[in-house]
């Protein structure tokens, strides 16, 4: 019964993909064509990345707020000043003063000459993950996440990154250990913040970026100007500004509760030990403890290795 609905759309495909490779060309004519990976790469840019919903906004606001300490970071002048790539015409990005610095969440590039890599517990991840696909009409607010993370596993949502293994993976498998990539773990960000903005001033000003304030008073002021508290309020006054979030759901949070661990009271057993068996290898590597029981308790009695054990271990 449902043959010549069929029939009509196949009709109809060869049709839209011709429809699709001119809207594409007119794009590129007018120079309204995003940067994305194609983008003009130059040897002393230094590129953020991290897999989607990682902490890396939070980056962008604690590294733009550290290079500009006259002037408060908000969603208005974000993209001027750490621009995203997917947002950005390659002949605006080009103009912009160098070195750059360029947000992503590409998989390994061979060219992009530094990075700063921002790896988030994946269990954390798939639930941040999950708000945000609600926020973008991908899913209700009733979809079950039991049934939303084995998809999060297939990098089902946004397939153009790979998955959480297969990101992080392969910029740890070519970079790490080089001067040229920096490893950053949120949760060390949140549990160290001072500390850690020194490690990312540090790097910059290795990569170039000479006007980089590390005085005790301008790292307080970067890091009270790029709080969740702060950023909330901001994201309520200009989400209709910003192109991330304009076309999105206004009434779900971009910043949610940018706290570590909050997985623990949102997914369930099964999905905990659902991400665990994807990643479990990569995940102690990093130094993040592995839960197959009640929460809270240690992998069968045994305990998952310290970031420094993890690392002495590689």
């Not at 941040?128 to 949502?157: C, G, L, Q």
């Not at 706290?259 to 099964?270: I, M, T, V």
Request: include cysteine; glycine fraction near 6%; hydrophobic fraction near 40%.
């Amino acid at each position: 019964m449902d043959t010549e609905p069929k029939m009509k759309f196949r009709e109809r495909w060869p049709l839209q993909r011709i429809l699709g490779v001119f809207a594409h060309a007119g794009r590129v004519l007018m120079g309204r064509q995003m940067a994305g990976r194609g983008l003009t790469i130059y040897p002393d840019d230094v590129y953020l990345v991290s897999y989607p919903r990682s902490g890396n906004t939070w980056t962008r606001f604690l590294i733009s707020n550290l290079l500009h300490p006259n002037e408060a970071t908000t969603f208005r002048n974000i993209e001027s000043r750490v621009p995203e790539i997917y947002f950005n015409p390659d002949h605006v990005l080009r103009r912009l003063p160098r070195p750059r610095l360029l947000k992503c969440h590409e998989a390994f590039h061979p060219n992009y000459p530094r990075i700063i890599y921002i790896v988030r517990d994946p269990r954390d991840v798939a639930v941040s993950f999950y708000h945000h696909n609600v926020k973008a009409r991908n899913i209700p607010d009733t979809y079950p996440m039991d049934e939303f993370v084995p998809r999060f596993i297939r990098a089902e949502f946004d397939p153009w990154w790979g998955s959480w293994g297969d990101n992080v993976l392969s910029w740890l498998s070519m970079r790490h250990r080089q001067d040229s990539f920096l490893l950053l773990r949120y949760e060390d960000m949140q549990a160290n913040p001072r500390g850690e903005l020194v490690k990312l001033a540090a790097f910059l000003a290795a990569g170039g970026f000479r006007n980089v304030q590390t005085a005790p008073e301008h790292l307080a002021r970067a890091l009270e100007s790029s709080s969740p508290e702060r950023m909330r309020a901001l994201e309520k006054e200009q989400a209709r500004e910003y192109a991330q979030l304009k076309r999105t759901r206004l009434d779900k949070p971009f910043v949610r509760s940018a706290r570590a661990g909050g997985w623990k009271n949102a997914l369930s057993k099964e999905s905990v030990v659902a991400i665990q068996e994807a990643w479990g290898a990569l995940m102690q590597r990093l130094g993040y403890a592995l839960d197959f029981g009640p929460r809270n308790c240690e992998q069968n009695g045994r305990r998952a290795p310290s970031r420094a054990e993890a690392a002495r271990n590689e």
